[in-house]
């Protein structure tokens, strides 16, 4: 069996391969469509395994493979594992698991920490440096997910028609934008996937961050997704909190000053996952 390591971060929309030798080279990486079991049958899933990730490789074999998945539920976890073990035949050993254990494992390694996931959504987790051990549910972008790209967006239309942020922000908002109210309300209220339409206004509020009502924002969401979210696990103890996602990395001045103003110690913040999945699965030094 070949000593070749595959790993597979995966969220709804895209999925990153890597494809590494045994001192952490990269022998092949690439994108796929992403992969999420809760939205997706199991004939399209093996269209994108066979379609689009397998011939990535060409005809390098795979020894070893985990893929982290978004919508990874363990009941799930057996019908996933049978089919990338059909794509990748070679695979001697296939784990499955969710994003949010993919998430610990690559800020944390083998020691405990919370770890948080700040992107579209929002998750967070206590991890004891081998598996989950307390996880406060984030509840979606309607009644949830505090801190995420969807809520930051949602705050930031709050304050642009209701007055709390600057008339000029509007207006470079929907010059930027090219939408005004009736827009906004058509594409959240009547249109699908509002979520990712509230997501894709965070770049607006991050080349706007330098207004201090939009920073007060941005660092009031992280406050919340803090307390709400991350303070029941440091109860009992004085956990390091890292994250990664875009919103964490592309925000992580204001997610210090939350972290600060919250009490909290930051650990690591990075903007995706896979570096320290390799380093995790590899041994490799940090």
Known sequence: MTNTFLIADSGSTKTAWRLVAPGGGTLAAFHSQGINPFHQTEDEIRGILAGEAAPRLDGLAVGRLCFYGSGIRPEMEPAVRALLGAAFPSAGHIEVASDLLGAARALCGRRAGVACILGTGSNSCLYDGRQIVLNTPPLGYILGDEGSGAVLGAHLLNGLYKGWLPGELRRAFEKTCGTDLPGVVRRVYREPLAN???????????????CAELERMVVGCFRQFLDHNVRPYLSAQDSPVSALGSVAFHYSRQLEKALEAEG??????????????????LDLPE
Do not use: C, E, N, W
């Open 196 to 210: 990712r339409f509230l997501a894709s206004l965070s770049p607006f509020v991050r080349r706007h961050i330098a």
């Open 264 to 281: 909290m110690r930051k650990g690591t913040i990075v903007q995706g996952p896979m570096d320290g999945l390799v380093r995790y699965h």
